[in-house]
């Protein structure tokens, strides 16, 4: 097995890993480092989940254990240092690695895992959760979202929301996207919302929703994005 080159960043050996809770979000990733055959890599992927301390990935190249690697998530110039944990499987085009990083690493994802909105939001909820970034991009979608809608994970992460393909409209037939988009004034002064209006489910069928937006900020508590709450609110209108 190759050694790593001096010029690669080194992390301290911890003395016990870090863990802490996975979440299911595809964030495009730029890897590099040096394959087994000693060669430097550099490889663009997606995460499958990540957590506050590192992340799980696909990669073409073959890694080992306890090896430095450098990731950047692409279109941001955020960038961490992070170590091999283990392969975790073989994937039909690679290989899937447990990556962990020194720091936490709300920054590099855009989340702040220690937060205790973002775990009562998350844990064990029926209700529809999607995480947006600052272009409004979905970088979160979860099983209660696809119940409400029908569309997945895989057809909506890294889609636009402005894309309107979920249809918001209030009572009136005005589009909210356009004019009312409560995830932008969120996102523009921080403040928290509560709104009631409908979506167009992927069969074609309108259903009405209530609706909750939060900011999402990192470390320093800069607003990094916005997350969307909403539960179907067809019991209201029939009440």
């Not at 010029?7 to 299911?24: C, F, G, N």
């Not at 590099?108 to 205790?116: A, C, H």
């Not at 009136?172 to 996102?187: E, I, K």
């Amino acid at each position: 097995m190759p050694s790593n080159s001096s010029m690669e960043p080194q992390l301290p050996a911890p003395s016990e890993r870090r863990r802490s809770d996975r979440v299911s979000i595809s964030f495009p990733i730029m890897v590099a480092g040096i394959d087994l055959n000693g060669k430097r890599f550099s490889e663009e992927t997606k995460t499958t989940t990540v957590s506050r301390y590192g992340c799980c990935l696909a990669l073409r190249c073959s890694l080992q254990a306890d090896q430095t690697i450098r990731l950047r998530r692409i279109d941001t110039q955020v960038t961490a240092v992070g170590r091999v944990v283990a392969p975790m499987g073989s994937l039909p085009d690679g290989r899937l690695y447990g990556v962990e990083i020194c720091n936490p690493c709300e920054g590099l994802w855009g989340i702040r895992f220690s937060s205790s909105i973002y775990e009562k939001l998350l844990d064990h909820t029926h209700d529809g959760v999607y995480f947006v970034n600052r272009d409004r991009k979905i970088t979160y979608w979860n099983d209660g979202a696809q119940g409400l809608t029908g569309y997945s994970a895989r057809e909506v992460v890294g889609r636009s929301c402005f894309e309107n393909f979920l249809g918001h409209v209030d009572e009136s037939g005005r589009s909210m996207c356009v004019t009312g988009c409560p995830l932008s004034h969120v996102m523009r002064d921080g403040q928290p919302r509560t709104a009631e209006f409908y979506l167009r489910h992927s069969d074609g069928r309108r259903v009405p929703i209530s609706v909750r937006v939060l900011p999402i900020r990192n470390r320093e508590g800069k607003i990094v994005g916005a997350v969307e709450v909403f539960g179907d609110a067809t019991a209201k209108i029939k009440g």
